[in-house]
């Protein structure tokens, strides 16, 4: 089975503060993690994804996450927070184990305070 | 170009109702799924085609759920006798092949309310 789970429904930072959000997962065999965001009344647009090579994953709007086997995360973070970040994340993870679901965690609202 | 587009944006219904949801997935994309998205929670999957057929309906809730996708393009969700409980966001995604590292590309959502 795969699970994901994110640590804190909310956070709030400051404009200008560091991002972090964070993204514990649980999976047999090697995952495949994405992290989405989703704005008000809108779909979920991938930020960013890990497949394979490289463990630090840089995605759009300045964002990126690196995977870490051994403490099983898929931290997402950006330096410096804009009021435009505001938004629900999600982290999600998919396996060749036969499942040909994503499952994702129950997300983090993100609030940026000016 | 177009992404995944779902219609209706909202539909209210009554209890005991039948409801069809529709998706119309980015042209060329052969993996369609299905998601449903309660309040407070991630979106939980429902169904996986390729091409016509449901590779995967491990999701579906129960026998009162079920999809097709006859031409392999547009799916339509049908939902029969609606409860209460059935109220809920229901995202379509599509993606290229239906790999596991391929990107699903998600629809804005039909918001069901069942009263």
């Known amino acids: 089975a795969q699970s994901v789970t994110q640590l804190g429904s909310h956070v709030s930072v400051s404009e200008g503060a560091l991002v972090l959000l964070r993204c514990n997962y649980s999976?047999?065999?090697?995952?495949?993690l994405f992290w989405y965001v989703q704005y008000p009344n809108q779909g979920l647009q991938l930020l960013l994804k890990y497949t394979t090579g490289a463990t630090l994953v840089k995605g759009i709007n300045g964002f990126e996450a690196e995977f870490k086997k051994s403490e099983t995360s898929f931290h997402l973070t950006k330096p410096s927070a804009h009021m435009s970040d505001a938004a629900e994340y999600f982290c999600?993870?998919?396996?060749?184990?036969?499942?040909?679901?994503?499952?994702f965690g129950k997300g983090t609202m993100l609030r940026v305070s000016p | 170009g177009a992404g995944v587009s779902q219609t209706p944006s909202n539909k209210v219904t009554e209890k005991g109702k039948y409801v069809e949801l529709r998706c119309d997935p980015i042209?060329?994309?052969?993996?369609l799924y299905w998601y449903r998205q309660s309040l407070g929670q991630g979106p939980e999957f429902l169904i996986y085609f390729q091409g016509t057929g449901a590779a995967d309906d491990s999701g579906l809730p129960n026998d009162r759920f079920f999809a097709v996708r006859p031409e392999g393009s547009v799916s339509t969700l049908k939902i029969q006798r609606t409860e209460r409980g059935d109220s809920a966001v229901y995202l379509c995604?599509?993606?290229?092949?239906?790999?596991?590292?391929?990107?699903?590309?998600f629809g804005p959502g039909t918001r069901l309310t069942v009263l």
């Open positions: 999976s047999s065999v090697p995952p495949y």
């Open positions: 999600a993870v998919r396996t060749n184990s036969g499942y040909s679901t994503l499952t």
């Open positions: 042209s060329g994309h052969t993996a």
């Open positions: 995604a599509s993606s290229l092949t239906g790999g596991v590292p391929d990107t699903q590309y």
